[in-house]
């Protein structure tokens, strides 16, 4: 029965209507308030009619859910309200109404953790939720080297990588890794973190230098046949990567909704550089100009080369600072580790 009242909330969201807004929302809440789902369910059911309501209902329909404060963030009906401003922000809609920018406001002040994304989609987000034809996730080596121009190979890398040392950050690789944690990958992402004694030349940065560090996914020899490989990448093409990992999910996990990927996604961005979580999104955008992004790809037990594997290297203005992300998913089997 729960179910059913889940998907009829749906259903209204998606039915345009001032009425229908209202009864979703009650609904929802109610729902929620019951404890009759498990929290997973909850969120999912939240999330999905946050979502349906940025889609399909006018946003003159939508401001008055907003008239009241709220008081704090634990009631499931602020929740709802604080995933349907993500949205709409994903979206470009519900600027300019004094009673959302209100609501909003008040949410920064009393902590929600999706109160501290703007209200606009900034630049470096534009490919958020955009499917393009042919442009799916990267899975053979001959996709990434049509996309992407390679890294070269050098001498000077391999003995770089070699002086690496291990910077253990187990709080900064749960940020990193929590886009593919929250959407279910099937295999735990590794995210890995090193310094340099000395400032590794950015023409050095490339899958000898990656090919050195004591990482797990490329370790084994393999099933596939491939020579692993590097390319340059910009800073918004691993944003994208990181949201579409949330959002679209696992294929045995369970999508986010747009505005919880898009939280992820800043939370990994901000650990792969390293920036304290206070530092504004502008700033961080600023600062992603100056460092260098690699994607790289490898032909060992760890990958799967199933459905998506996208990994990633990333070196800091100082060149003496690594982070690498990398993460599997199948639809074969769900492993852990």
């Known amino acids: 029965m729960t179910r059913t009242v889940g998907r009829i909330a749906e259903t209204l969201a998606d039915t345009r209507s001032r009425d229908c807004v209202t009864f979703?929302?009650?609904?929802?809440?109610?729902?929620?308030?019951?404890?009759?789902?498990?929290?997973?369910?909850?969120?999912?059911?939240?999330?999905s009619v946050a979502a349906k309501l940025a889609r399909s209902q006018y946003p003159r329909d939508i401001e008055p859910l907003f008239a009241e404060w709220p008081d704090g963030v634990s009631d499931p009906a602020v929740e709802l309200r604080a995933c349907l401003l993500g949205e709409l922000a994903l979206i470009g809609s519900g600027g300019g109404r004094r009673s959302l920018e209100t609501y909003?406001?008040?949410?920064?002040?009393?902590?929600?953790?999706?109160?501290?994304?703007?209200?606009?989609?900034?630049?470096?987000?534009h490919r958020f939720g955009v499917r393009i034809r042919g442009l799916g996730s990267v899975k053979t080596a001959q996709q990434l080297r049509s996309r992407?121009?390679?890294?070269?190979?050098?001498?000077?890398?391999?003995?770089?990588?070699?002086?690496?040392?291990?910077?253990?950050?187990d709080g900064r690789a749960n940020a990193a890794a929590r886009p593919f944690r929250a959407g279910g990958w099937a295999r735990g992402p590794e995210a890995r973190f090193f310094t340099l004694p000395s400032p590794l030349s950015p023409d050095d940065f490339g899958i000898s230098f990656?090919?050195?560090?004591?990482?797990?996914?490329?370790?084994?020899?393999?099933?596939?046949?491939?020579?692993?490989?590097?390319?340059a990448t910009t800073s918004d093409d691993v944003l994208n990567e990181l949201f579409t990992a949330s959002y679209v999910?696992?294929?045995?996990?369970?999508?986010?909704?747009?505005?919880?990927?898009?939280?992820?996604?800043?939370?990994?961005?901000?650990?792969?550089?390293g920036l304290p979580t206070g530092v504004p999104l502008l700033e961080a955008v600023r600062c992603a100009a100056d460092h260098r992004w690699l994607r790289f790809m490898a032909f060992t037990d760890w990958f799967h080369h199933d459905t998506s594997d996208p990994a990633f290297a990333v070196l800091d203005p100082t060149w003496t600072r690594v982070a690498v992300l990398a993460a599997t998913d199948t639809d074969v089997h769900r492993e852990v580790g």
Request: aromatic residues 4%; hydrophobic residues 35%; neutral net charge.
């Open 210 to 231: 990656i090919k050195q560090l004591p990482l797990r996914c490329l370790t084994g020899e393999g099933n596939r046949r491939g020579n692993a490989l590097a390319c």
């Open 104 to 125: 909003a406001d008040r949410l920064r002040e009393l902590g929600h953790p999706l109160a501290r994304l703007p209200r606009t989609r900034l630049d470096i987000e």
């Open 148 to 169: 992407f121009p390679e890294a070269p190979s050098t001498d000077g890398g391999a003995v770089a990588g070699r002086g690496a040392r291990d910077a253990q950050d």
């Open 249 to 273: 999910g696992g294929v045995n996990g369970q999508g986010q909704g747009g505005a919880y990927a898009r939280l992820h996604a800043w939370e990994s961005f901000y650990a792969l550089m």
């Open 24 to 47: 979703a929302a009650d609904l929802v809440a109610r729902l929620l308030l019951d404890g009759g789902m498990s929290p997973g369910e909850g969120d999912r059911l939240l999330r």
